[in-house]
């Protein structure tokens, strides 16, 4: 899960061949400015037009 800035909370799927290289590319992540971060991540919904707060 992941806590949005209005302290809501989304479920967060990946795909990842370990437990390593999943946190490996968390702290990479957690090192870039938020919107490169952003920029990695696809988000899928099944609202077309819903977008994240």
Do not use: C
């Not at 799927?13 to 971060?37: P, R, V, Y």
């Amino acid at each position: 899960m992941v806590k949005t800035r209005t302290g809501k909370f989304a479920v967060v799927m990946g795909s990842f061949d370990n437990l390593t290289q999943a946190e490996t590319w968390l702290q990479q992540m957690k090192q870039q400015k938020e919107e490169e971060a952003v920029s990695q991540l696809y988000i899928d919904h099944w609202m077309s037009n819903a977008n994240p707060k």
